[in-house]
């Protein structure tokens, strides 16, 4: 059963990353990466937590502080505890995203309510340690499979190019479970998909094969723990090495099909890759190739061949 790809992904926002004029300063962030290259693929969903409190533009600067496990969020001029007021704001915010059918989120780096990583937490003495936006926060408990990021860790190319694959990943298992799948369905949603979590992890490769194949009808239970370790999958960082490995699976089922130049033209291109000569979309493109001309459709449509928009060229740089 394919999925359908034709529908847009919807993403979270923090608005000041599509350049909505709504930082404290009365400024924005806008992200080119996200308007101009993903944007097209994208429905956004723009949120701005401290505007939506009540806070003006421009406004006095917020701040984390105390303890980094539970942090309060002040008003950095007079000290005013905001932190109640944002928590039933998030409490209500991502109740209504979760309405939305949210495919995944970039928050804005560093922001008190926004930030997702290391956000400095002041304390009364010492140096600031680094704690979670409280709007961040409370998204990820309510959406722990939710593909999120930050837009400065976006730079990193592979981080991108996991974040984005992961988006599409999401929005493919939200369109399989929406279609009421059959019990062969997930079987067959697990073999177009087995490359790819290969990539990222052979211990949840096995473990994903084994709950797909398991005898019985599907069951809510049993779609919820393939769908969470789905998602937990995708979200250990392949790596160059593992790459390698999955086109040397390709590699070994186009054998008998190639002659013997072909198997050893796509043998050098696998080792380039994995010497860093050459971008994982070379070696990849010429699988594609073999693949579509010998009509081996099963090899052609593993989602590990086309994870995301080709447009958008993110393994021309992992």
Not at 88 to 98: D, G, N, P, S, V
Not at 282 to 309: E, I, K, S
């Amino acid at each position: 059963m394919r999925e359908r790809e034709s529908e847009k992904i919807r993403l979270g926002v923090s608005a000041c990353l599509l350049g909505a004029e709504v930082r404290y300063d009365g400024g924005h962030k806008k992200d080119a990466f996200l308007t101009d290259t993903l944007g097209p693929f994208v429905e956004w969903v723009p949120v701005c937590p401290e505007v939506e409190i009540g806070l003006g533009v421009p406004r006095d600067a917020l701040r984390l502080a105390g303890d980094d496990a539970a942090p309060r969020l002040v008003v950095q001029k007079t000290g005013e505890d905001l932190t109640a007021r944002m928590r039933r704001y998030a409490e209500t915010k991502t109740r209504q995203l979760e309405a939305l059918g949210l495919h995944g989120y970039v928050l804005k780096r560093a922001s008190p309510s926004c930030g997702l990583f290391r956000v400095r937490v002041y304390r009364e003495r010492g140096r600031p340690n680094g704690g979670r936006g409280l709007y961040a926060d409370a998204l990820v408990r309510r959406f722990p499979a939710l593909p999120v990021e930050e837009d400065g860790r976006l730079g990193d190319a592979a981080i991108r190019e996991n974040f984005i694959e992961r988006v599409f990943a999401f929005a493919r298992w939200r369109a399989f479970l929406e279609a009421t799948p059959r019990p062969r369905d997930l079987l067959a949603f697990h073999a177009a998909q087995k490359f790819a979590i290969l990539a990222h992890s052979p211990a949840h490769h096995a473990t994903l094969g084994r709950l797909a194949a398991a005898p019985g009808s599907h069951t809510r239970d049993k779609l919820g723990a393939y769908g969470a370790l789905f998602m937990e999958a995708l979200a250990i960082r392949a790596t160059r090495a593992r790459h390698a490995n999955v086109l040397q699976h390709f590699a070994g089922l186009l054998k008998r099909q190639l002659d013997a130049p072909s198997r050893a033209e796509l043998a050098e291109l696998i080792q380039d890759y994995r010497g860093g000569l050459v971008p994982l979309v070379v070696p990849l493109t010429l699988v594609r190739h073999h693949a579509l001309r010998l009509g081996l459709t099963d090899l052609a449509d593993q989602v590990y061949l086309n994870p995301h928009p080709k447009e958008l060229m993110l393994r021309n740089h992992v």
